[in-house]
């Protein structure tokens, strides 16, 4: 399978434990995005890449939390002192940047969800 | 800001129905527009898009039509299945904004035989 894969799939922790999740993007895809997604809800957005570089937070994303892509490839998002408002699917989702056909579509992987008890 | 609207759900139909699911948006600018689509147990995949006024995005028997007159791209199917049973989500890109999307809240649609 050569699509977006992200690890966990399922986490369930208690409030003010930390907790990390992992996403291997498409391997040619240069940018990575991070999205929250609650129950009955959109996609919101919360950062992204551009290969190890990360362009954009949005308000979202508190101090709390922060996220990486040492070496432009994997990424990981780490939620420290998790709240249980916490609770949500994290979404990773690559793209091959803005060129081409390609332009405008992200590839989601199928969501990690954190229960923060 | 920029935003999207869509109607509530679910939307429950029989099988070989119309189907019209309405999205709005406000958008700075003129943006790209997006369906996706999440089907039960799966990531969410771009259906069709459309990225300026008056294009006509299709895939799957599904059309959009970008109407910058009434800010609106409506999803619609002339004949539904019950394997098109998922969430369908309608979202913008900004130009410049580096295929970061907003997204509306989803409407489910049940295809029922």
């Known amino acids: 399978d050569t699509g977006v894969s992200q690890d966990p799939r399922h986490k369930i922790t208690k409030r003010g434990q930390n907790v990390t999740f992992r996403c291997d993007p498409i391997?040619?895809?240069?940018?990575l995005y991070w999205y929250r997604q609650t129950l009955g809800q959109g996609p919101e957005f919360l950062t992204y890449?551009?290969?190890?570089?990360?362009?954009?937070k949005s308000r979202l994303l508190s101090d709390r939390f922060s996220a990486e892509r040492p070496k432009g490839s994997f990424s990981t998002l780490e939620i420290q002192r998790t709240e249980q408002g916490d609770s949500a699917m994290y979404l990773c989702?690559?793209?091959?940047?803005?060129?081409?056909?390609?332009?405008?579509?992200?590839?989601f992987g199928e969501g990690s969800r954190l229960t923060v008890l | 800001g920029n935003s999207v609207t869509q109607m509530e759900g679910p939307v429950t139909l029989s099988e070989e129905a119309f189907l019209t699911i309405n999205c709005t948006y406000t958008?700075?600018?003129?943006?790209?527009l997006f369906w996706y689509v999440q089907y039960p147990g799966e990531g969410l995949q771009l259906l069709l898009k459309?990225?300026?006024?008056?294009d006509k995005g299709s895939n799957k028997g599904f059309e959009a039509t970008y109407r910058k007159e009434t800010t609106s791209f409506h999803l619609e199917k002339g004949s539904v299945q019950v394997s098109d049973s998922a969430v369908y989500f309608c979202a913008l890109k900004l130009a410049g904004g580096g295929n970061k999307l907003t997204f509306g809240t989803g409407t489910q649609l049940k295809v029922e035989l």
């Open positions: 459309a990225t300026k006024a008056d």
């Open positions: 890449f551009q290969n190890e570089a990360q362009l954009e």
């Open positions: 989702a690559s793209s091959p940047g803005l060129s081409g056909s390609g332009r405008g579509e992200l590839f």
């Open positions: 391997s040619e895809h240069n940018r």
């Open positions: 958008a700075t600018g003129y943006p790209s």
